[in-house]
């Protein structure tokens, strides 16, 4: 259920690149750098998703980084 729906959002991704090279290239960069950087997050999060068989939790590891951040009582 859920592989189709990663392909899909990777095809989706392509797309987007091929069809807004122009603007984003056209872009201020620090929207050119954080269109690229969600991109790559989202294209990273696919290749874990379907290249290990553990089931990935983005809350827990943003929980995690937080943790390490804020003080806890």
Same mark, same amino acid.
């Given at each position: 259920?859920?592989? %189709?729906?990663?392909? !899909?959002?990777?095809?989706?991704?392509?797309?987007?690149?091929?069809?807004?090279?122009? *603007?984003?290239?056209?872009?201020? %960069?620090?929207?050119? $750098?954080?269109?690229?950087?969600?991109?790559?997050?989202?294209?990273?999060? $696919?290749?874990?998703? !379907?290249?290990?068989?553990? !089931?990935?939790?983005? !809350?827990? $590891?943003?929980? *995690?980084?937080?943790?390490?951040?804020? %003080?806890? %009582?």
């Amino acid at each position: 259920m859920i592989k %189709p729906l990663v392909y !899909t959002y990777l095809a989706m991704v392509i797309v987007v690149l091929v069809m807004d090279f122009r *603007h984003l290239k056209q872009a201020a %960069p620090i929207n050119r $750098w954080l269109s690229y950087g969600l991109i790559g997050i989202g294209i990273g999060i $696919w290749m874990h998703v !379907t290249t290990l068989s553990k !089931t990935f939790y983005v !809350t827990v $590891w943003i929980s *995690h980084v937080i943790q390490r951040i804020l %003080p806890l %009582p």
